[in-house]
Every structure is written in C-alpha cells, then in structure tokens.
C-alpha cells in the first residue's frame, strides 16, 4: 500500500505498544534500551502516517498500572518522555501534527507537566493528524472520571438524571471530540485490550501481531490497514444489510 492507494483506512488508530522490554532482552540489552528504540519506531510511524493521511492515532504510552513497575524503570520512562518530548515536537509542529495528551497527568513531575502543556500549546492549531498520547490512562478511570463530571452537573442542575444517557457519557470521556477507534492494534503477542479504551472500544476492530513493538514499521502498519479494510463492520446489522447499504 502507499499514499495513494484506494485501501479503505481507519479514521482513528489506537495502538498499545508491546514488546519493548522483550525486544531489548532477547538482545542481551536493558529494557531502557527497548523502550528508545520504541520511541524511534513511534517516530517512523508517525512519519509514515501523515504520508499515508491518517486522522487520528492514540498511543498507550503508560497505563495507570505501570507505577507498579520497579522504581528505576518508572523513573526512566519519566525521564525519556521529558526528553523525548522536547526533541520530537518541532519537527511534529512543523509536520502539522496536533498532539494530545490523555489521562491524570497529576501524578507526573511539574518537569514533566509543564513539558506537556507546552507540546500542546505549541500545537494546538495544527490540522494535520492528531497524535494522542494516554500516559497514566486507564479505560476504568476515564469512565469514573466521566461519571464524576455527571453527578457535578446533576448536583448543580444543569442536567436531570433523565438526561444521561450513552451519548452524554461519550461527551464526557477523554478524546470526546474524536470518533471512536476503528482499528484497535496491539504488538508483542498479547491478545488483552489491557484497561484501554473500554467505553469506546464496543465496535473497534482488534488486530494482534507477534511482531515486537520496535520492529513494528511502516510495512506492519500498512498490513494492519489493509486487514481493516476488508473487514465488514456491521454494528448490530446483517451482512445481507450492509450490502445492501453499500449497492444503493
């Protein structure tokens, strides 16, 4: 496949990134050294994803549960988002990219923090693809904190208890402006959703791949497109349906 190809492609791409620490110790090398290469495959997908004219792709950079992780790879991850950050978002700004960061960023140093709310000012105005980040996210949360945001408003009456309904609660979730994923892609061998995107995962199309997430490039995202686009998505209808949409 290539940029002009007629493969139907997903609108939104969500990724969780597995395999880094396997990669890096079937090599005799530190997991750190998997999760930099995870960084530099992250970066050529990127590339080859505003070539390829997707909208929208949400990576799962560290889930809720990964503080519970050795104290000394946390720290590193920390370490390597900062930098990372502050390496990568000239040339995504300059790519037209608009980057989103999803989750408690409460948690992460102020250092970090304030590394965050700089990458998305600089691109809040971008109108390329949409690079979304979830760093300490979890499906479960975004449907509590959801929630939380609901009963305010029922407290302050701006909404009635009638009023909640699935469309309210999508309205209220992280990336409420996005459509739901399309493509649900996981590398590294896992056949798990992992606490990611629960809510919004209902009618995702879910690819796994053996393929470790540092050796997951550009030729592995095109497969897992073209697998996607002769899938036949038929939310609750009959296949005869569907068919009959499309014909007419």
């Known amino acids: 496949m290539n940029a002009t190809s007629t493969v139907t492609k997903p609108e939104h791409v969500a990724i969780i990134m597995d395999g ?36 929208a792709i949400t990576v799962y950079a560290f889930s809720r549960e990964n503080w519970q992780r050795p104290k000394s790879e946390v720290d590193l991850l920390m370490d390597l988002f900062i930098s990372a950050l502050n390496s990568e978002v000239k040339d995504l700004h300059k790519n037209n990219v608009k980057l989103t960061f999803i989750g408690d960023r409460s948690a992460f140093s102020r250092k970090l923090q304030n590394s965050i709310n700089d990458s998305e000012t600089l691109t809040t105005s971008n109108t390329g693809l949409r690079l979304n980040i979830a760093a300490n996210y979890s499906g479960r949360w975004d449907i509590v904190q959801a929630i939380q945001v609901i009963t305010k408003e029922i407290e302050s009456n701006k909404i009635k208890i009638e009023d909640v309904d699935e469309a309210l609660v999508s309205n209220k979730l992280s990336l409420a ?5 399309d493509l649900f892609i996981r590398t590294g061998g896992e056949q798990r959703i992992s606490n990611y995107f629960l ?30 686009s002769q899938r036949q998505r038929r939310f609750g209808k009959t296949s005869e349906q569907i068919e009959q949409t499309q014909n007419s």
């Open 20 to 55: 880094n620490g396997r990669w890096a110790k079937s090599r005799g090398l530190p997991r750190v050294a998997g999760h930099r290469a995870g960084v530099k495959t992250l970066r050529k997908l990127i590339e080859h994803s505003v070539k390829i004219n997707l909208n």
């Open 177 to 181: 402006d996005h459509n739901d994923p």
């Open 199 to 228: 809510w919004q995962s209902a009618y995702t199309e879910l690819y796994f791949t053996e393929t470790l997430w540092p050796d997951f490039d550009a030729k592995q995202l095109d497969i897992a497109i073209d697998w996607f």
